[in-house]
């Protein structure tokens, strides 16, 4: 059994495949990469592990497997732009049909990992815009385990 924090390279797998319409999909590194919105590459995802924390196993409880339960928290941030009008109006327009299709590949799906549960949207918000470019961030949670079968 793997003691790994959560992988958040599924969730990049995941996106790949359930939305085709994203031109890049990447992690921190990617997104810390680009200087300017203008560079950003639209529509984008940048998958992100936010937050890791482990449920405390109940008292008296200490026979059986050595497992932990796990919640992870991972954010997606979002890069769209609207070439139509020059108007932010319109890349919050555009978001809208990228953010449908990333929640529904996201919402309820479990990722392959032991005790994984189905994801869960927890929160989601503009973090920069311009005229053009509109970045929007999102927030996810989900579980898995960490620990020893015996």
């Not at 026979?63 to 941030?77: E, I, W």
């Amino acid at each position: 059994m793997s003691n790994a924090p959560f992988d958040h390279r599924l969730v990049i797998e995941r996106l790949t495949v359930a939305v085709p319409a994203l031109r890049e999909i990447g992690t921190a590194a990617d997104l810390r990469a680009v200087k300017q919105l203008r560079d950003f590459p639209t529509p984008a995802a940048y998958v992100l592990l936010a937050e890791e924390s482990g449920e405390p196993r109940p008292a008296g409880n200490n026979s059986g497997p050595a497992r932990q339960r796990v919640g992870a928290l991972f954010g997606v941030v979002l890069a769209v732009r609207s070439y139509r009008y020059d108007q932010l109006a319109d890349a919050a327009d555009d978001l809208q049909s990228i953010l449908d299709q990333v929640r529904g590949a996201l919402v309820g799906w479990a990722p392959s990992l032991p005790l994984a549960r189905g994801t869960q949207f927890v929160t989601g918000k503009v973090l920069d815009s311009d005229d053009t470019t509109l970045l929007w961030g999102e927030i996810y949670s989900t579980q898995h385990s960490i620990g020893r079968e015996q």
